[in-house]
């Protein structure tokens, strides 16, 4: 029996803005979360329309809340509707703390929301001077740093397209990325820290440069102003920091594009991802105050970089009147605590990680009885499903009384499709519910909603705000199309494969394209992963099917603790815990020991790179890729001849 790992008390359900708002739209009494949802997809119009008078939004709402049209991505929302960003943003004009900058060399800094006013507006300022006009690209190559933000916010304010990359890719992965979208300026620093190296930024720029003739301008800060670095003859951010205070929030369409994000690109070029600024404006509010419960002047700290969506969905939370933390580095260095520290010194209310970094703290069995955590409100964890196993850690050994939310959705939609709410249990493996206003369902492959307890595609059954605006460069729709929509007829397909719970949870089966065919039947990698990473002596495992004998055997990759060699008696340990708890279709062909497992920026194990060198296909773009020399191991080995 799955028993609640948390339930939220009454007290806590009762006093929580998902119920508040709930008042709001006169839903006196809701009895579960899957009520108020049936009802925001049930009522879009005014679902939609109420959230952004209970959002206090500012700018002229209008009166066409929906647009529809029959070609699913083609409806529009808020189409009579006038806002901007940086405005809604900006809001707080006080002398408290907007934002805290901490590096993992040690250095801190901090920026006052009347300070963060008064710097976007003079960046902005500096822009117009630029000569950048709206729908322009400024492109960032940048640690996770307060003026990244201050430039991502003068863009939005200005109407100009932002579009960023963390430093640690390297010249090509950037070329493929912002060549696609001809920006006009690059915005970077001197240099970053990561794991205890000092890493130079501004000699990859050179090499940008040459590839990148739409670059007219480089816009430089320095890291520590303490510690700084020639910025050569590029411009220097300080400086452009001296001039007027432009005041002026011009308000564009709902849907004017904001960012341009970039999808992963590991089995081709990046996908130009382009958002529109009410429509996350919107869904991060939305996501923020009724699934998270955030509130004005709480903390919110997600680990993340630049180069990720969660660094978007995190600027995002200033909305809500919260201030907002910063971390660059790694992860666990200088200690393996330093991110929990951090939420302990600051008393963070709401902590986002990847469900990698918590299964390195179970695999190293930290616990962090000697730390205070009593302000954590919220735990999140994405990237990847998040084990059962590593969800009874959390309350084992971080914090009993803390609401767990794994969440799911991705760059595709810079926010979720599945998360958690405060109306629900958290069961070990289960994301708590659907996201708010978005009618999401899981299919067969024959196009119908699956019986709780089946496994099938994720899919969105109606239009929904945060769909990409386009895909730049994409002028006739067909690879915007492509990626959502050759699945199912005029239905969103979002590429994972999911499994509906009986409890209105939704466990993650692994990606789509990933998903192993022995026999014919559909197994899920998470499932095998959520046995093997249980396992005493390994760290971590990848898996993907190799075409053999005209089916396809199941090859299991694992690293292990102090590289540990995999005998015979180990194997059959792994095999018969698989065949145990999955089923005999799900027990590997071979076991292999690497010495590292390949991921993406992010932290995602990349299967599919390993699965195209597994059957002698090629490898379009390794830049994605955060290791690339991991791969190396997996050409041509002999054992799967």
């Known amino acids: 029996m799955n028993e609640p790992l948390w339930q939220p008390s009454e007290k806590l359900k009762e006093n929580s803005l998902l119920r508040d708002f709930c008042k709001f739209i ?9 009520e108020i949802w049936q009802w925001s997809i049930d009522n879009p119009e005014e679902f939609w329309s109420k959230f952004w008078d209970y959002s206090k939004i500012i700018g002229v709402k209008g009166s066409e809340i929906i647009k529809k049209n029959k070609v699913f991505n083609k409806t529009k929302f808020f189409s009579d509707s006038k806002l901007n960003y940086a405005e809604n943003i900006l809001r707080k004009k006080s002398n408290e703390l907007a934002i805290n900058f901490l590096s993992e060399k040690g250095f801190e800094e901090n920026i006052k929301w009347n300070d963060l006013y008064e710097k976007v507006c ?12 709206k729908g322009d690209r400024v492109a960032a190559y940048v640690p996770n740093k307060i003026e990244s933000i201050i430039c991502f916010l003068a863009c939005a304010k200005n109407g100009i397209i932002w579009s960023s990359c963390s430093p640690d890719f390297g010249v090509q992965g950037v070329v493929d990325r912002f060549k696609q979208i001809k920006p006009k300026v690059l915005i970077t620093c001197d240099y970053y820290y990561y794991n205890g190296k000092k890493i130079n930024i501004l000699d990859k ?26 910025l050569k003859n590029f411009i220097n951010f300080e400086k452009t920091l001296n001039g007027n205070l432009d005041e002026i929030f011009e308000r564009f369409d709902f849907d004017h594009p904001i960012y341009i994000l970039f999808s992963s690109g590991t089995t081709g070029k990046p996908k130009c991802i382009t958002h529109g600024a009410g429509n996350v404006l919107i869904e991060h509010n939305k996501e923020f105050i009724l699934h998270c419960d955030i509130r004005d002047n709480e903390k919110l700290f997600y680990y993340t970089t630049t180069g990720w969506m969660m660094w978007n969905w995190l600027v995002g939370g200033l909305a809500t009147g919260s201030s907002i933390f910063l971390f660059d580095g790694a992860p666990i260095y200088p200690k393996i605590d330093v991110l929990l520290e951090y939420c302990q010194d600051k008393k963070i209310n709401l902590f986002g990680v990847s469900a990698k970094y918590i299964d390195h703290l179970k695999n190293e069995k930290y616990n962090s009885k000697k730390l205070d955590l009593n302000s954590l409100k919220i735990i999140t964890s994405t990237g990847s499903p998040l084990a059962e196993e ?67 595609e994720l899919v969105v059954k109606q239009p929904f705000p945060s769909m990409p605006v386009k895909f730049w460069g994409d002028d006739d729709g067909k690879k915007y199309h492509k990626a959502y929509f050759t699945k199912f007829e005029n239905i969103w397909y979002h590429g994972d494969f999911i499994e509906k719970t009986d409890k209105n949870g939704f466990i993650m089966r692994g990606r789509s394209d990933a998903t192993l065919n022995p026999g014919g039947v559909r197994i899920g990698t998470s499932e095998i992963y959520q046995q093997v990473e249980d396992v005493d002596f390994i760290t971590e495992g990848l898996v993907i099917g190799q075409n053999f004998d005209d089916d396809v055997r199941i090859i299991l990759f694992v690293t292990t603790k102090d590289n540990q060699e995999i005998d015979d008696e180990k194997v059959r340990l792994i095999k018969s815990r698989i065949r145990k708890n999955c089923s005999p279709k799900h027990v590997p062909a071979m076991i292999i020991k690497v010495p590292e497992i390949p991921r993406t920026k992010s932290g995602k194990i990349v299967e599919l790179a390993v699965k195209q060198i597994i059957n002698g296909e090629k490898i379009n773009n390794k830049e994605a890729i955060a290791n690339p020399k991991a791969l190396k191991y997996f050409e041509n080995l002999p054992q799967l001849d």
């Open 390 to 456: 590593s969800f009874k850690y959390v309350y084992n050994n971080i914090k009993k009384d803390v609401h767990l939310a794994s969440i799911a959705g991705g760059t595709d939609l810079v926010g979720c499709l599945v998360l958690g709410n405060l109306f629900s249990n958290v069961h070990k493996g289960e994301i708590q519910g659907q996201s708010l206003g978005i009618a999401v369902d899981v299919f067969t492959d024959e196009g119908k909603s699956a019986q709780d307890g089946d496994k099938g």
């Open 122 to 133: 003079k960046f902005s300022s500096y822009l117009k001077k630029l000569n950048l006009q």
């Open 205 to 230: 720029v050179d090499l940008i440069l040459k590839e990148m003739p739409s670059i007219k301008k480089v816009i430089a800060y320095n890291y520590n102003n303490k510690e700084k670095e020639d």
């Open 26 to 34: 006169n839903f006196k009494s809701p009895k579960n979360f899957k």
